[in-house]
C-alpha cells in the first residue's frame, strides 16, 4: 500500500486548506485513517483520526478549526483546515491503520504566512 498525500501549500493567516491522502495497492480493512504534522525542529505530533464507522477525534490545538473526512470506497482522507494559524505550519503526514500494518505517506508542506 502506498500513501499520496497533496494539498499543501502557502496560506495567509485565517485561510483555508484542505489536504487530500489516497491510497493505492491492496488497502482492504484500513480501521483508522490520521493525520500527524511535524513542524521544523519539532517531534511529529498527532492532529486528528476518523475510524471506519467516521468517528473522529482532534488535537485539542486544532479541535474547531480542522475536521477531517474519509471516504471507505476511494480509501481517502482529507483533512479541511480553517482558521489558519502560523503555527500549523508544518509537514503534515497521513497514516492508515490496518490489522496488520501502519502506512505513512510521504507528507506535504503546509505553510502559514503573511
Known amino acids: 500500500v502506498q500513501l499520496q498525500a497533496s494539498g499543501g501549500g502557502l496560506v495567509q493567516p485565517g485561510g483555508s486548506l484542505r489536504l487530500s491522502c489516497a491510497a493505492s495497492?491492496?488497502?482492504?480493512?484500513?480501521?483508522?485513517m490520521k493525520w500527524f504534522r511535524q513542524a521544523p525542529g519539532k517531534q511529529r505530533d498527532w492532529v486528528a483520526t476518523?475510524?471506519?464507522?467516521?468517528?473522529?477525534n482532534y488535537a485539542d490545538s486544532v479541535k474547531g478549526r480542522f475536521t477531517i473526512f474519509r471516504d471507505n470506497a476511494k480509501n481517502t482522507v482529507s483533512l479541511q483546515m480553517d482558521s489558519l494559524k502560523p503555527e500549523d505550519t508544518a509537514v503534515y503526514y497521513c497514516?492508515?491503520?490496518?490489522?496488520?500494518?501502519?502506512?505513512w505517506g510521504q507528507g506535504t508542506l503546509v505553510t502559514v504566512s503573511s
Open positions: 495497492g491492496s488497502s482492504r480493512d484500513i480501521s483508522a
Open positions: 497514516q492508515f491503520v490496518t490489522a496488520y500494518a501502519v502506512y
Open positions: 476518523i475510524t471506519s464507522s467516521h468517528w473522529a
